[in-house]
């Protein structure tokens, strides 16, 4: 069964410093990796996706994640952050084609950042 | 796109009544998903739909949870006989699905559920 582990429940940042979340998942075909965002009051949205292909993906408002296959990782990365990304942040996989289509989350990363 | 809508906000019932929520996906979505979130937690599968046809449906879910999305648009999720361990929020979700699975989905506000 596939599972996604997101290692930093709470994370607290200043403004500017650098960010990296991690994520692992765990299954053995290919997969479809997403990272997702709450900011508060707000619904889910897509921060970026990664299905092939190049595996460094660029999202919205300069995030990045790095699909490593080797090690199952997907972690999302920001150089420099602002008091706006304080959110919650949540990783997480389907196996498309070669699996199931349903898509499983990780338990989430509450960040916070200080102005 | 008007985004997916989810009916109502919250819902606050006592334990062994049955309550009903409602999803309207984006309209030419193909796929809809629902998910149960509790505080701390990552959103947790329970079912999804291509167009009408329910294909998958989470093991943890209980008989007295069922869902139907009659005509492949607007889908419904019943609770029957709640109980206070299904106090959660409900989220759906679509997608336009491809085949291929990377089609992002698309998230409701979600209906925030106390079972009292």
């Known amino acids: 069964a596939q599972s996604v582990s997101q290692h930093n429940h709470h994370v607290i940042l200043s403004e500017a410093a650098s960010l990296e979340l991690g994520c692992n998942y765990s299954?053995?075909?290919?997969?479809?990796l997403f990272w997702y965002v709450q900011y508060p009051g707000q619904h889910l949205q897509l921060l970026l996706k990664y299905f092939s292909g190049d595996p460094l993906v660029k999202g919205i408002k300069g995030f990045e994640a790095e699909f490593i296959k080797s090690k199952f990782s997907f972690n999302l990365r920001k150089p420099s952050v602002q008091w706006s990304d304080t959110a919650e942040y949540f990783c997480?996989?389907?196996?498309?084609?070669?699996?199931?289509?349903?898509?499983?989350f990780g338990t989430g990363t509450r960040l916070k950042v200080l102005a | 796109d008007t985004g997916v809508s989810q009916d109502p906000r919250h819902k606050i019932t006592k334990r062994g009544q049955n309550v009903t929520f409602r999803c309207d996906p984006i309209?030419?979505?193909?796929?809809l998903y629902w998910y149960r979130q509790t505080l701390g937690q990552g959103p947790e599968f329970l079912t999804y739909f291509q167009n009408e046809a329910q294909l998958e449906k989470s093991r943890l879910l209980s008989d007295r949870f069922s869902a139907e999305r009659p005509k492949g648009s607007f889908s419904t999720l019943e609770i029957q006989r709640t109980e206070q361990g299904d106090s959660a929020m409900y989220l759906c979700a679509s997608s336009l699905e491809t085949g291929v699975g990377n089609s992002p989905l698309h998230f409701g506000n979600g209906t925030r559920l106390t079972v009292t």
């Open positions: 299954y053995g075909g290919t997969v479809n």
């Open positions: 309209s030419e979505h193909n796929r």
């Open positions: 997480a996989v389907n196996a498309g084609l070669t699996g199931t289509y349903k898509y499983i």
